[in-house]
């Protein structure tokens, strides 16, 4: 067997931290051998830091997390040295993770879910077979920082099914505009959201904490919030950044107009998109299935552990994807598209996108990141 290399995991207690210990504790090329968190939890170990076992429990996916893992200490994140491990991964609150990331890619890579360096134009912002023409960058960045290792953070979960949805038919077809009106789960609001959710969730066998003080409880049940703060403008931003080409060592946002509005919704799981588009070439919806079907990236042609058979899953049944039915496709890594049909647009279309906001969205986006940086000597 191929010896693993040694992880931490930076913010390893919250929603996103969880995630990346389940899909980290059994993986091929990595091993789990730092966990850090607030001072809140410093010093305990996982069990005692999420309450694992007891009433006030915050572990909150079905499986248990492996002995292992529960009996490892927990370190306050400003504790955390680059020379400790191989590679860290970050769930941290992004006002956090500026300072945190920062510090350790002096010495060592970073792969991250929070925006904190999203949007410098020496970051390279890396969505799984969409944009690894953009991964020299990351030289750019050691060279201007000084830095040994670098800080990869994945892009906004809404963004992520949509730009997934356009890379095929933007390279194909060219794109002259496009709208997204999203309907975002409660589980990208962090933590403190899906535990306002803890008594449907325990009736469904979860065995979530009380509702968090943060959020009202009842706030998401039967109701839209048409406003997440910020959402809007990173959606935009990176989209067009994720699909642009990379000239003399910049990034040219693809040309494209986008719109979009964003709404949380009562779902657990999975960000629903409707998009409209008009291309700039004709082209037809079996046209457009096709390239959507036969679409696939670097994580396939590489065969990365993470990487789903193909990225994109369409479906034709007209009431799908539903979050409820169809995030969990592939393990949550593939965009799935249906609904799709012509509209009164000049060469305009319409469709339905689901991702998975906190897989491909969020831990195993980023695990599947870090194959990719790992598979190419970048993280050694
Ligand atoms: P979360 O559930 O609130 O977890 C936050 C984690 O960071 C916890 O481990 C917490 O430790 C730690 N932390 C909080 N404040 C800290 C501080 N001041 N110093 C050190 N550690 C601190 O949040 P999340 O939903 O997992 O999100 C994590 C990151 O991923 C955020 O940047 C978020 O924007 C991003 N993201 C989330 C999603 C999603 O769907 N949820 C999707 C994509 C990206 P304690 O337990 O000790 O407090």
Same mark, same amino acid.
Request: one cysteine or more.
């Given at each position: 067997?191929?010896?693993? #290399?040694?992880?931490?995991? %930076? ?57 292992? #893992? ?33 510090? #350790? ?30 991964? @020299? ?29 356009? @890379? ?60 997440? @703060? ?26 494209? @107009? ?18 409209? #588009? ?99 000597? %970048?993280?050694?």
């Amino acid at each position: 067997m191929v010896a693993r #290399i040694s992880v931490g995991i %930076l913010g390893a207690t919250g929603e996103v931290g969880q995630k990346f210990v389940a899909n980290l504790q059994n993986h091929p090329w990595f091993q789990i051998s730092a966990l850090f968190a607030s001072e809140r939890s410093a010093g305990k170990s996982y069990a005692e830091a999420l309450g694992f076992g007891t009433e006030e429990s915050r572990w909150f996916l079905k499986a248990a997390p492996e002995r292992r #893992i529960l009996d490892l200490e927990v370190r306050d994140v400003n504790e955390a040295r680059g020379d400790e491990v191989d590679l860290f991964f970050s769930a941290l609150p992004s006002e956090t993770a500026l300072g945190v990331e920062g510090k #350790i890619a002096r010495e060592k890579p970073v792969v991250s879910t929070a925006s904190a360096y999203r949007y410098f134009d020496d970051s390279f912002t890396y969505l799984p077979g969409v944009n690894e023409k953009h991964v @020299k960058i990351i030289e750019i960045q050691q060279r201007r920082r000084g830095w040994k290792g670098f800080v990869v953070p994945q892009p906004n979960c809404t963004t992520i099914g949509l730009a997934l949805s356009l @890379k095929p038919i933007y390279d194909r077809f060219g794109l002259e505009r496009v709208t997204m009106a999203s309907m975002q789960a409660v589980s990208g609001a962090g933590y403190a959201a899906v535990s306002s959710w803890a008594s449907q969730r325990r009736a469904q066998g979860s065995n979530l904490p009380e509702p968090s003080p943060e959020y009202v409880p009842g706030t998401f049940e039967g109701n839209v919030i048409p406003y997440i @703060k910020g959402e809007e403008e990173k959606v935009k931003r990176e989209t067009v950044k994720l699909l642009g080409d990379f000239i003399e060592g910049r990034i040219v946002p693809a040309s494209f @107009k986008i719109a979009c509005k964003c709404n949380r919704v009562p779902v657990l799981d999975g960000h629903t998109e409707s998009v409209f #588009i008009e291309t700039r070439d004709k082209c037809t919806v079996e046209e457009l299935k096709e390239a959507w079907r036969n679409y696939r990236g670097e994580p396939q042609r590489l065969g990365l552990p993470t990487a789903p058979r193909q990225p994109i899953v369409v479906t034709e049944a007209v009431d799908r994807p539903q979050p409820r039915f169809d995030c969990l496709v592939e393990g949550g890594m593939v965009a799935v598209i249906g609904g799709v049909e012509p509209n009164v647009f000049e060469n305009g279309f319409q469709y339905t996108v689901l991702s998975h906001n906190t897989e491909l969205g969020a831990a195993k986006g980023a695990v599947l990141a870090a194959e990719y940086l790992y598979s190419i000597g %970048l993280v050694k």
